[in-house]
């Protein structure tokens, strides 16, 4: 004879079905109060007519910093004096092929004069709270290790096209100390990486931008190759780039107070180059880089070269 062991239970077979008194009642759920609009976080709302008709590139994360290293070239000092009035008179004569064109604040003060070219050495880096020292302290031992650089120039003048294909920027590339930034840039490549970050594109252009316009029909422009460059000097001063060869169109339409063009004129770069390409190649327009800098939502920390 088989023993049942005590342990065992004895469950109810699975076609029988529990029974359920119709006189029982449940309580209903009480609907929790609004809370308070002094508790509640407004959504931030994308509004381009009060940024120039710029669009959000990305989009808002609450407590993400964003942050970018840069190159800045101080336009207003005695040394760099022939450089600013190459710069002054490449926008002027652009305009005036283009009256939508914009000065980049950073580059042209409409007020003040010219004031500080911007060289980007990242992307676009998004940061949480806790990672914004450990990303300055990388680009400090980033700076402590390089000597300062001498004898940097442009080469020419280009157009260049953001990732988003919502405006085109007029810019100046580097030319001699081309390397020098690239080891820079790789430089951060492992804390970049750390943070699961972008590194900068494999073959960059370094360049500063001067000049802007909105696009109208940006999906109707297609890039002339698939380099990319970064140019954030205006949004977080900062922009993602893409060379780009604009089509033959002049409709206009109204973006609130600025106005977008289907493409700047085909000859503007051609005849900046031209009339200041020289100039932008003399030796008064040699400049030296001596410092990196590291912006931080509004807060900028920068750091000289030593090594």
Known sequence: ?????????????????????????????????????????PVPVDDPSKHQGRIRSSPHVEGQWTAYVYVALPLRSPENKHLTDVIRGAFVRAASMEPNLHPLQSAINQKNGADELHISLTRPVYLRSHQREEFKQSVRRA?????????????????????????????AEVGAGHHELRGLTLSLSPTLRQLRQKDYYQSPRFHASFAWVLLRHPRDISPSTSDRVEDAMEQFREEVLTPVSAPAADSLSAHGSYRAVRSLPDDLVDTLNCEFRRKLLSPAAIFDVGEVRVKIGKDVSYWKLEG
């Open 1 to 41: 004879m088989k023993r049942v062991s005590p342990s065992l239970v004895s469950y109810s077979d699975s076609s029988e079905e529990e029974t359920i008194s119709p006189n029982v009642t449940h309580p209903k759920r009480r609907k929790l109060p609004a809370l308070s609009s002094n508790l509640t976080v």
């Open 143 to 171: 700076a402590k290790a390089r000597k300062p650089y001498v004898g940097f120039s442009f080469a020419t003048f280009s157009q260049l096209t953001n990732d988003d294909q919502t405006r085109t920027f007029l810019c």
